[in-house]
């Protein structure tokens, strides 16, 4: 297995090609087309890609600020938190890599970057939280620490005190 050199930044429409993008998943596909730019130019996601050789995109992951319900976290981690009914959070909306990079680690990479970009901004946020689409998305998240939610899970959160 070779290792590419990934370049991770934020999404310019205007200079990065999204049309050759295929991670196998059309919804995916589609929103880095049709949708990832009109969410930046909102400022209700950002996306930042993975660009490969050449500046092929080959992977990438989105990043919004939500608000996290209180009881939906753990008790153990509750009690640490300010009593509010909700505490200010991160979700990665979409995670997805094309399928020529897929075996090469870049999905890691993509979700290390996310989570240093999560704990590493101004902006408050406790937990990052992630949605699993599958059992396959579900251990892979698992792999890397995040906790299920107890009434949810396929949601599972990691909390970016442990990531500083």
Known sequence: MTQVPYLITALDAATHDRSLFNSGTPA??????????????????????ALADAGRIAGYCTLATVNMP????????????????????????????DTAFKGLGLGG??????????????????????DAKDEQALSFYLHYGFVPLQDSPMTLFLALASVR
Do not use: H
Request: glycine share 6%; with cysteine; aromatic share 6%.
């Open 109 to 130: 990479a993509l979700l290390v970057n996310a989570l240093r970009r999560s704990a590493g901004t101004e902006m408050a946020a406790a937990v990052l939280i992630v």
């Open 70 to 97: 209180l009881p939906g976290l753990p008790d153990a981690l509750r009690r640490k938190l300010p009593r509010y009914g909700a505490v200010p959070a991160i979700r990665m909306g979409r995670l997805a890599v």
């Open 28 to 49: 995916l596909d589609r929103y880095l087309r049709e949708q990832a730019s009109q969410d930046i130019r909102w400022r209700v996601a950002a996306c930042f890609v």
